[in-house]
Nanobody, 119 residues
Framework: QVALVESGGGLVQAGGSLRLSCAAS?????MAWFRQAPGKEREFVAG????????DYADSVKGRFTISRDSAKNTVYLQMNSLKPEDTAVYYC???????????????WGQGTQVTVSS
């Protein structure tokens, strides 16, 4: 069992920045961020392998968001810049065996953190 704890969400104005953190109880897992807006399905945002040798981003966030990890701290980060109102959602951290855009690949999930971007 892997425990994931997200932090860093909040309210920000459009054009602003936030950094999300996800602390994991185990290492050597691929990690990803997903988000779910009200009335919408959960969608892939970004993923990173345990070695940080490969990263993937959804087209909607490419160039604005950066995923990274600190293996010594078992923590994954999502730096979000140039935020838009459409980025408003609950953001979830997930851990699994590989980076994929399909949420079924991930066995472990955090509780989520709210990100709200005002216009």
């Amino acid at each position: 069992q892997v425990a994931l704890v997200e932090s860093g969400g909040g309210l920000v104005q459009a054009g602003g920045s936030l950094r999300l953190s996800c602390a994991a109880s185990e290492r050597r897992y691929a990690m990803a961020w997903f988000r779910q807006a009200p009335g919408k399905e959960r969608e892939f945002v970004a993923g990173i392998t345990w070695s940080a040798s490969y990263m993937d981003y959804a087209d909607s966030v490419k160039g604005r968001f950066t995923i990274s990890r600190d293996s010594a701290k078992n923590t994954v980060y999502l730096q979000m810049n140039s935020l838009k109102p459409e980025d408003t959602a609950v953001y979830y951290c997930a851990a699994g065996g590989t980076v994929a855009r399909d949420m079924r690949v991930y066995n472990y999930w955090g509780q989520g953190t709210q990100v709200t971007v005002s216009s």
